[in-house]
């Protein structure tokens, strides 16, 4: 039988997911099912219900989230922020990134292992899936072992991650188009609809592969948060921590316990069940993603060898250090001032927000016209856009044209549309023409009020200035 040696190095650690040879190092955790786990159980579920709900959920007549990139609208909570709306949504991305900011100098990575994507449906529907199919942790490892990538139960494992990626790419899809608009595409061929079909082929195969194959090196390789935690945690922060000065110097489980060693029985069981592969007791790394899993492993060994629990837990670099923590701090006041400046700015914009859009624009051909009678023509464009949930009609007035040498007689307005009917959402654009006489326009100008009102109680007045001849001259413009 021909046999080929294994390389020198091969199967040995190098990194928690590459072996010496360079070859992938397959990490199956040890799931460890403690308080810590049900607690972030209940808020993985949770959030999962979340997402699949979301696109079917109605608020104010609207989704509570849609972000619909070929009208240019982005819906939160029943709120639609438009393409004017540029300051709201300054003030909202503002706010989520300094929350963020907060989240992390308080809590450390609590995003990461709690509300994470990734996280959430790694843990707790891929794996225990995955799990189930290769015969629970043992039979996972030891298909891994034996090299059985293709048996009938890891083929089946396969396929069952298909149809749930399939199912998370099309309720992604419903964030961006809605659900009315994702049923009628369901129902159709595809080539009526190529660019959404290609949009889930490949959202729906990117969702496979990561977490069928790529998994925790996502969070190792591709997410930059776990690099920006130095920059934006200190040794107050909370994190997931060994507790050095308790279980160190460490006793094998195996051997007679030494009076004078610590807590820690080097047993391997925060290893075996961390999700990245790293060794929570090397203290604060990249890639710990604070899942605490450590802390649940840590915790019933401790309980079986008589120790109190803890020995890994949620606490600070400098409390492990023997330090007091302290809440208030440079960065803990420093981010609520400006998330309360941001989130207050966003108040106000939005109680001012009015519930239409008005833009008041002039002609194109020019800024007016000499009418065959020597009358003064003003092409006024009017711009509006229905933040309402209901058609709505639109009443224009227009103030101030009669006064000095002007009378009712010398004004005539041309509206061709007046109430202006918008739909729901939509923006429409019409066009009011204003004739006076040359002597309204001594200096050359003269300032009129445009208001518009709807049946709901919307009022809103622009000052607008209509342009003619100096010092009343009739005359044409080009």
């Known amino acids: 039988m021909n046999t080929t040696a294994a390389p020198p190095g091969a199967g040995r650690r190098v990194l ?25 159980q209940v808020v993985a579920y949770v959030l999962m219900a979340i997402f699949f709900a979301a696109p079917h959920i109605r608020l104010f007549g609207k989704p509570v989230f849609l972000m619909d990139l070929p009208r240019r609208e982005f819906t939160l909570m029943g709120y639609t922020f438009l393409p004017t709306d ?9 706010s989520g990134v300094i929350g963020i900011f907060l989240v992390t100098a308080l809590w450390g990575r609590a995003w990461c292992g709690w509300a994470c994507p990734q996280t959430v449906y790694l843990e707790f529907l891929f794996r225990p899936i995955g799990r189930w199919f290769d015969g629970g942790y043992t039979g996972s490892r030891n298909l891994d072992k034996q090299g059985a990538w293709f048996t009938p139960r890891r083929l089946g494992k396969y396929v069952t991650f298909f149809l749930l990626a399939l199912l998370v790419s099309h309720t992604m899809l419903a964030f961006f188009v809605g659900t009315e608009q994702l049923y009628s595409w369901m129902l159709n061929p595809p080539a009526e609809h190529p660019s959404a079909f290609f949009f889930v082929v490949l959202f729906t195969g990117i969702v496979w592969f990561n977490f069928t194959y790529f998994r925790e090196q996502t969070c190792l390789i591709v997410c930059p948060y776990g690099r920006w935690q130095s920059a934006l945690i200190d040794r107050q922060s909370l994190i997931v921590a060994y507790d050095y000065r308790r279980g160190e110097p460490r006793a094998h489980a195996t051997r007679t316990r030494d009076p004078n060693a610590g807590d820690c029985i080097d047993c391997g069981a925060c290893v075996q069940t961390c999700p990245t592969g790293i060794d929570i007791r090397n203290g604060l790394q990249m890639e710990c993603v604070h899942c605490t899993q450590c802390i649940d492993a840590c915790d019933e060994i401790m309980t079986k060898v008589g120790k109190p629990t803890g020995l890994i837990r949620y606490s600070s670099q400098d409390e492990i250090a023997g330090k007091p923590r302290h809440l208030l701090r440079l960065r803990t006041i420093l981010y609520p001032a400006v998330l309360a400046i941001l989130l207050g700015g966003l108040a106000t914009a939005m109680l001012r927000k009015q519930p239409a859009d008005l833009t008041v ?27 309402r949930g209901d058609p709505m009609a639109y009443t224009i007035l227009l103030d101030s044209l009669v006064g000095g040498d002007v009378d009712t007689d010398d004004v005539t307005v041309v509206a061709p549309e007046n109430p202006l009917t918008v739909d729901a959402g939509a923006t429409r654009t019409t066009s009011v023409f204003v004739l006076l006489p040359a002597r309204a326009f001594p200096t050359g100008d003269r300032m009129i009020t445009i208001t518009v009102t709807d049946e709901r109680g919307y009022r809103e007045s622009v000052p607008y200035r209509l342009l003619g001849p100096s010092n009343g001259a009739s005359r044409s413009t080009p």
């Open 16 to 40: 928690p997911t590459l072996n010496e040879d360079g070859s992938r190092r397959w990490i199956r955790p040890k799931p460890s099912h403690g308080a810590w786990w049900k607690r972030r």
């Open 86 to 94: 540029t300051l709201l949504f300054m003030f909202t991305l503002g």
């Open 361 to 387: 624009l002039r002609g194109l051909d020019g800024p007016f016209a000499t009418e065959a009678d020597g009358r003064i023509s003003n092409q006024i464009r009017i711009k509006l856009t229905n933040r």
